[in-house]
């Protein structure tokens, strides 16, 4: 059973910054992405970065320059580090993961944690 597990969420500022974390576990073979969506309230699921196995990472326009994706192979981790946070940036965001078990390719979700930026 794999699961992704986020932490770092809450309630911060605008201008200010948070830390978010997912680590994945279970019977993992190999991670190929991990990354980072976000869902506000009435709007649809969008990417916000992502990275690869290779360490290439992509980033949404509204995020470039204040968001920061990075990965920890040995902990099977990537975090976003989010800084100049906007009240646009409200949102429940989740950690996701194309992976493999074993011989199969497989996407996974996180339960998302809330990130609340108060103007």
């Known amino acids: 059973q794999v699961q992704l597990v986020e932490s770092g969420g809450g309630l911060v500022q605008a201008g200010g910054s948070l830390r978010l974390s997912c680590v994945a576990s279970?019977?993992?073979?190999?991670?190929?992405?991990m990354g980072w969506y976000r869902q506000a309230p009435g709007k649809q699921r969008e990417l916000v970065a992502r990275?690869?196995?290779?360490?290439?990472?992509n980033y949404a326009d509204s995020v470039k320059g204040r968001f920061t994706i990075s990965k920890d192979d040995a902990k099977k981790a990537v975090y976003l580090q989010m800084s100049s946070l906007k009240s646009e940036d409200t949102a429940v965001y989740f950690c996701?993961?194309?992976?493999?078990?074993?011989?199969?390719?497989?996407?996974?979700w996180g339960q998302g944690t809330q990130v609340t930026v108060s103007s």
């Open positions: 996701y993961s194309n992976l493999n078990v074993l011989m199969a390719s497989r996407n996974y």
């Open positions: 279970g019977i993992i073979s190999r991670i190929n992405l």
């Open positions: 990275i690869t196995n290779d360490g290439i990472t």
